[in-house]
């Protein structure tokens, strides 16, 4: 493994995998997951929700905001805004990938926005076309059938349009309410060690009392992704990607991450994004968001000096050439061969199911 003074001993090379113990039997995950997917080989892909999320646009607009900060602070003039040196714990990096979400508080705001925003525009929709329908056949007047449906829709769309307007006013006007952080992570993959990490705030089935925050860690070679399915309210089948351990229970649900959807292949990129990700031997996705990390990252930065790769390749991307390149993506994600390629792990480690 190239550059082994950076990168940890366990660091994960995707040809330099040890041979393994015999896996577990794990009925616990097979209540869950049926379709395991093969290891090795995988594409320069990546769901085409992570390109969407980082446009060059948004790039520059950091690049700009993190410039005028430094200008700020060798003037002796800058401030620090409320929620800098707030703890997210979300990073996303050369050198590891950790998830976290809001708290539960900061949810509440948003569900209470979202859905009230949602649910006004639906029973707006339906009273609109019901009082259409009463309109043109009404036996009373035409006044007092209009007088009738204005006071039951006050009170259909007054409920849904007063939580999308208390959300929306709490989100913009009151940040310090409702932007708050979590405990701490869920989970993190780390490139530089190998190492996957699922974070445990149960003992035994109780949520820890004492604060304190478990760490279920294992080689990123010892876990395989599963593509688990379930039905959603209306029966239409939802598709999410799972990392198991393959001889402990750890597991981590990646739907949080990638919203669950009918088809199959975007957990199927997110797989191959995972591998590559993780593959020290390799550089770095070539992805908007570890543009600015990629001299960082010793194979990564070997790799661009050889190639000639622009430094600043998606930075000054234009956004007609986003927008085809995003499309390009969609593209090669619906075409995935992921169920075609051999199980290269299976060289390294015999399966039981």
Same mark, same amino acid.
């Given at each position: 493994?190239?550059?082994?003074?950076?990168?940890?001993?366990?660091?994960?090379?995707?040809?330099?995998?040890?041979?393994?113990? *015999?896996?577990?039997?794990?009925?616990?995950?097979?209540?869950?997951?049926?379709?395991?997917?093969?290891?090795?080989?995988?594409?320069?892909?990546?769901?085409?929700?992570?390109?969407?999320?980082?446009?060059?646009?948004?790039?520059?607009?950091?690049?700009?905001?993190?410039?005028?900060?430094?200008?700020?602070?060798?003037?002796?003039?800058?401030?620090?805004?409320?929620?800098?040196?707030?703890?997210?714990?979300? *990073?996303?990096?050369?050198? @590891?990938?950790?998830?976290?979400?809001?708290?539960?508080?900061?949810?509440?705001?948003?569900?209470?926005?979202?859905?009230?925003?949602?649910?006004?525009?639906?029973?707006?929709?339906?009273?609109?076309?019901?009082?259409?329908?009463?309109?043109?056949?009404?036996?009373?007047?035409?006044?007092?059938?209009?007088?009738?449906?204005?006071?039951?829709?006050?009170?259909?769309l007054g409920i849904p349009l007063g939580s999308w307007a208390i959300g929306k006013l709490v989100i913009d006007k009151f940040p310090n309410l409702w932007i708050k952080p979590s405990r701490g992570p869920i989970w993190e993959l780390n490139r530089r060690t190998g190492l996957v990490t699922v974070f445990d705030y149960k003992n035994n089935g109780e949520y820890k009392k004492n604060g304190t925050i478990g760490e279920l860690t294992a080689p990123f070679y010892e876990f395989d992704a599963y593509i688990a399915t379930s039905p959603d309210s209306q029966g239409m089948p939802l598709n999410v990607l799972y990392?198991?351990?393959?001889? *402990?229970?750890?597991?981590?649900?990646?739907?949080?991450?990638? @919203?669950?959807?009918?088809?199959?292949?975007?957990?199927?990129?997110?797989?191959?994004?995972?591998?590559?990700?993780?593959?020290?031997?390799?550089?770095?996705?070539?992805?908007?968001?570890?543009?600015?990390? *990629?001299?960082?990252?010793?194979?990564?930065?070997?790799?661009?000096?050889?190639?000639?790769?622009?430094?600043?390749?998606?930075?000054?991307?234009?956004?007609?050439?986003?927008?085809?390149?995003?499309?390009?993506?969609?593209?090669?994600?619906?075409?995935?061969?992921?169920?075609?390629?051999?199980?290269?792990?299976?060289?390294?480690?015999?399966?039981?199911?």
């Open positions: 493994m190239s550059n082994t003074s950076y990168y940890a001993k366990t660091a994960y090379g995707a040809t330099e995998v040890p041979q393994q113990e *015999r896996s577990a039997e794990r009925s616990w995950i097979m209540r869950l997951a049926k379709v395991r997917l093969p290891w090795g080989s995988p594409d320069e892909i990546a769901p085409a929700s992570f390109l969407e999320k980082f446009s060059p646009k948004k790039l520059r607009l950091h690049e700009k905001s993190k410039k005028e900060r430094e200008e700020q602070i060798a003037a002796g003039t800058y401030t620090s805004s409320s929620f800098e040196h707030v703890d997210f714990h979300v *990073r996303d990096d050369h050198e @590891c990938f950790r998830y976290a979400l809001f708290s539960g508080a900061s949810h509440f705001w948003i569900y209470l926005y979202s859905i009230g925003k949602f649910l006004f525009w639906f029973s707006l929709f339906i009273l609109l076309s019901i009082s259409t329908l009463i309109l043109i056949n009404a036996e009373e007047s035409w006044q007092e059938t209009a007088l009738n449906i204005t006071k039951y829709s006050s009170i259909t990392l198991a351990h393959r001889y *402990r229970n750890i597991m981590i649900n990646f739907g949080a991450l990638l @919203c669950p959807g009918p088809d199959f292949q975007p957990p199927c990129a997110l797989w191959d994004f995972i591998q590559n990700y993780m593959d020290v031997s390799r550089p770095l996705p070539d992805l908007p968001q570890y543009e600015e990390y *990629r001299h960082l990252d010793p194979t990564t930065a070997e790799y661009d000096r050889l190639t000639g790769r622009n430094p600043r390749y998606w930075i000054d991307m234009d956004d007609a050439t986003f927008k085809q390149i995003v499309s390009e993506m969609h593209q090669r994600v619906e075409e995935i061969d992921t169920f075609e390629r051999p199980n290269l792990m299976a060289g390294y480690v015999t399966y039981v199911d």
